[in-house]
């Protein structure tokens, strides 16, 4: 047989539909009335039942008294329902109110007058006040203790008493009930009644209105926002959110988009810059080039006119290549994707390695390198961007030093740290100017630099795969004196 099974796909209801759609006012007015009603539901119905037990408690106190009458004036005890028994006039000779003498006319008789019945064990009466003409008081058999409760006689709500009446030997031999009409009592609950199921759903409205009302007016900054946000594109970034007049949450949230778009507009720029920088250093080399080229084919030239040319052309094309290259790393490095390995790097090999590949630079210079420190130093790093970082900061002290200095190069242990100064004698760097160097196309003075041949990406890339790999670099530099880079290393 074939068997098909069917899986329930939840299907949202009606209401869960409406409330996804729901307006955020109208949410917070829906939400705020439902529990508004509710705790007024339940405020009204613990009010009501304190009125009603107090109300109750009075008219037991007056059946209480009613019953000590009834007992004194048959001169008997609960524990007595001999003498009881035997009272059989105490109920008529009580003075019962029927308003009309007329006995014999007993489907008249009042009812804001006390009811009393005597009931023997079987539940059969035996005596009741003429008031309760053809009627009898509601008994419940087989109840032992005195009890109190509500019940109907003549179409009126009473309150009753049934007392069990006991002989010698303390056995329930009947009982003796009275009951006294609730008159205004029933009338004043039921109002009170009405009151709450009258006014419940106008109080509901009324509030629901005024939380709509209420709510819209304090979500209005998030509609500017809306509004604001709507409008923005690239050529508005520049816009901002009106800041609203309280101090609240919402002006934290239009103050957080602003700075949220202060970041972006910054940022916007900066990479507009790049490019326009970037097209800049390609474009003028290109520019060199092609009209190098465009003369030397205007006419026939000596050899050793073209190898020059040529020889210059190559320079700038090479120049182009290291352009693009470093381009290319950061742009690597800056979309993160390329994760560093960590491993135990050795400091001074690294170094070693980095300063061999310099040696030719520094040696046209007749520069001289010092190693001071710890030759152990291993340092938590990624091997190949420790040497990039390393190579830029020793071909810039090369770059920036004069012929036949010094550059130091020192390793140092901190407590929780190891850190590597490279000091050259060099030009230095305008104090001003020592945050902007690790800037993209950055440099210092054009005027400076010419000859040095740089782009200004060197540091750069230098903060950014320092950045990865949680490397600290600072810098410190007086003008004609010298700059000193620090990387400073987590404990390895
Ligand atoms: P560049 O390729 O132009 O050297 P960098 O990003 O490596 O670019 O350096 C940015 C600028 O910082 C340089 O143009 C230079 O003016 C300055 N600079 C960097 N290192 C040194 C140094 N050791 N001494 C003096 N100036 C330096």
């Known amino acids: 047989m074939n068997q098909t099974t069917t899986q329930a796909i939840p299907v949202p209801s009606i209401f869960t539909k409406a409330l996804r759609t729901l307006s955020l006012r109208h949410r917070i007015a829906l939400y705020y009335t ?40 048959a001169h008997a005890t609960t524990h007595d329902f001999t003498s009881f028994a035997r009272f059989k006039n105490f109920i008529d000779d009580k003075e019962v109110n029927y308003g009309n003498k007329d006995h014999d006319d007993k489907e008249t008789a009042k009812v804001d007058t006390e009811f009393i019945q005597l009931m023997n064990n079987s539940g059969q009466v035996m005596n009741k006040s003429v008031n309760l003409s053809r009627n009898v008081l509601m008994f419940y058999p087989g109840l032992t203790t005195p009890a109190y409760f509500s019940s109907s006689v003549l179409g ?27 008159k205004n009592a029933i009338i004043v609950l039921h109002d009170l009644q009405n009151v709450f199921l009258f006014s419940f759903p106008g109080i509901i409205l009324i509030l629901f209105v005024l939380t709509r009302l209420i709510a819209g007016r304090s979500i209005r900054p998030i509609e500017m926002v809306i509004a604001t946000a709507e409008k923005m594109t690239q050529e508005n970034l520049h816009q901002r959110i009106g800041l609203p007049r309280h101090h609240d949450e919402l002006y934290r949230l239009s103050a957080t988009i602003n700075a949220l778009l202060d970041r972006m507009h910054e940022a916007f720029q900066r990479e507009k810059q790049f490019t326009a920088d970037a097209s800049h250093e390609l474009k003028t080399p290109l520019a060199v080039i092609k009209g190098t080229l465009e003369v030397l084919v205007r006419k026939p030239r000596e050899q050793e006119h073209y190898e020059t040319r040529i020889q210059f052309c190559l320079k700038e094309l090479n120049r182009m290549a290291q352009l693009i290259d470093q381009l290319l790393m950061l742009a690597r490095y800056e979309s993160n994707r390329m994760d560093p390995r960590i491993e135990q790097v050795k400091l001074s090999l690294a170094l070693e390695r980095v300063k061999g590949r310099l040696q030719p630079v520094a040696l046209e210079k007749e520069i001289l390198f010092k190693v001071f420190g710890t030759e152990n130093a291993f340092v938590a790093a990624d091997p190949s961007m420790l040497e990039i970082i390393l190579e830029n900061i020793l071909s810039n002290a090369i770059k920036y030093s004069p012929p036949r200095s010094m550059i130091t190069i020192t390793m140092e242990r901190k407590s929780s740290s190891l850190a590597c100064s490279i000091t050259d004698q060099g030009i230095g760097i305008p104090e001003e100017k020592l945050n902007a160097i690790f800037e993209r196309f950055y440099r210092v003075d054009e ?33 004609k004196i010298g700059t000193t880079f620090t990387l400073t290393f987590p404990s390895a």
């Open 156 to 182: 009126s709500t009473v309150r009753q008493i049934q007392l069990p009446l006991l002989n010698n030997q303390g056995i329930i031999k009947g009982y003796l009930l009275v009951a006294v009409p609730l």
């Open 34 to 73: 439902i529990t508004t009603a509710l705790l007024i539901a339940i405020v009204f119905t613990i009010l009501f039942f304190m009125v009603e037990s107090t109300v109750y408690k009075q008219f037991d106190e007056e059946i209480n008294k009613e019953v000590s009458e009834i007992l004194s004036d």
């Open 447 to 479: 005027s400076r630099n010419s000859g040095t041949g740089g782009f200004g990406l060197g540091l750069s890339i230098v903060k950014k795969l320092a950045d990865l790999q949680q490397i600290k670099v600072s810098v410190t530099s007086r003008e």
